[in-house]
């Protein structure tokens, strides 16, 4: 089995900064792309940013230039930095994995979530 676990989030004032990280877990051979994604309340879940094993790296148009995103594939470890934090960055932030475990399986797999609160 492969485990995803977050921390980092919190609730911060707008124009603040916070630091999200997901570690996985695991009969992991190999990760593919790790991604961010957030669900506020009564929206749907949506993509953040994802970086490929490369280091090849996509955003959603409302984060570009505020979050980055980056990993460690050493560590298993996918981070994101947010900076100048909005009240609509609020919400639910899920990291994602695509995994090649020890089998030969490649399986997508979700963290527990860590909540976001930016205030105004």
């Known amino acids: 089995q492969v485990q995803l676990v977050e921390s980092g989030g919190g609730l911060v004032q707008a124009g603040g900064s916070l630091r999200l990280s997901c570690a996985a877990s695991?009969?992991?051979?190999?990760?593919?792309?790790m991604g961010w994604y957030r669900q506020a309340p009564g929206k749907q879940r949506e993509l953040v940013a994802s970086?490929?094993?490369?280091?090849?790296?996509n955003y959603a148009d409302s984060v570009k230039g505020r979050f980055t995103i980056s990993r460690d594939n050493a560590k298993h470890t996918v981070y994101l930095q947010m900076n100048s934090l909005k009240p609509e960055d609020t919400g639910v932030y899920y990291c994602?994995?695509?995994?090649?475990?020890?089998?030969?399986?490649?399986?997508?797999?979700w963290g527990q979530g860590t909540q976001v609160t930016v205030s105004s």
């Open positions: 695991g009969s992991i051979v190999r990760i593919y792309v």
């Open positions: 970086i490929s094993s490369g280091g090849s790296t």
């Open positions: 994602n994995a695509a995994v090649l475990r020890e089998l030969g399986q490649i399986n997508n797999y």
